[in-house]
Structures are given as structure tokens and as C-alpha cells.
């Protein structure tokens, strides 16, 4: 049964860092690519970074590169993402994502809020 759970969210003040969890059972982190997402109030879910199986490179939506990193955890199958330098507009609910065997899971996700 695949089920991911994230943890790390919470307040933050603008500029300031954050890292969240994704923890992954039922599949191997390592053997899929893993996302995270986001989505504010009133927006739709957006893809933020994502890292690949083979090399584990990784991708970054414009509005967070250089300020996000994608990591992964093979021994833990955990998935993270650091988040630096955190803004107004950071503010979302943030959820870890799979595409498992032709099916997308979502963990419950964890709330980022940026503000002063």
C-alpha cells in the first residue's frame, strides 16, 4: 500500500528556511521520480521540484529556483525539500506526489505559511 506522509511545514517569516519531509512507504523513493507541489488558496496545484530515479537530477519551477532544493533519502525513503529564503508568495499547502503503477498518490500535505 503506497502512502506518503510529509511533515516541516509551518510560520515563517519572509527570508526565512523551512524544510519539509516526505516520508514514502509501500514503494522505493529511489525507484520513481518524486514531486512536490503546492497550492495556494485560490490557485491551482502547482509542480515546484521533482527528482528523477536515473542520476537523481532534479527540476524547479522558475518561481522557486535557486531558493529550493529536491532531495532524496534512499536509506530512509524520505523525500525533502529545503526551502531558502521563503516569501510572501511561498504560501501553500504543500504535497508529495507519486506516480506509482499508472496511479498518482498524494500524501495530506503541510501548510507553509510565510508572513510577517
Known amino acids: 500500500q503506497v502512502q506518503l506522509v510529509e511533515s516541516g511545514g509551518g510560520l515563517v517569516q519572509p527570508g526565512g528556511s523551512l524544510r519539509l519531509s516526505c516520508a514514502a512507504s509501500g514503494f522505493t523513493v529511489s525507484s520513481y521520480r518524486m514531486n512536490w507541489y503546492r497550492q495556494a488558496p485560490g490557485k491551482e496545484r502547482e509542480l515546484v521540484a521533482a527528482?528523477?530515479?536515473?542520476?537523481?537530477?532534479?527540476t524547479y519551477a522558475d518561481s522557486v529556483k535557486g531558493r529550493f532544493t529536491i532531495s532524496r533519502d534512499n536509506a530512509n525513503n524520505t523525500v525533502y525539500l529545503q526551502m531558502n529564503s521563503l516569501k510572501l508568495e511561498d504560501t501553500a499547502v504543500y504535497y508529495c506526489?507519486?506516480?506509482?503503477?499508472?496511479?498518482?498518490?498524494w500524501g495530506q500535505g503541510t501548510q507553509v505559511t510565510v508572513s510577517s
Open positions: 527528482i528523477t530515479t536515473v542520476g537523481g537530477t532534479t
Open positions: 506526489n507519486v506516480r506509482w503503477r499508472l496511479s498518482n498518490y
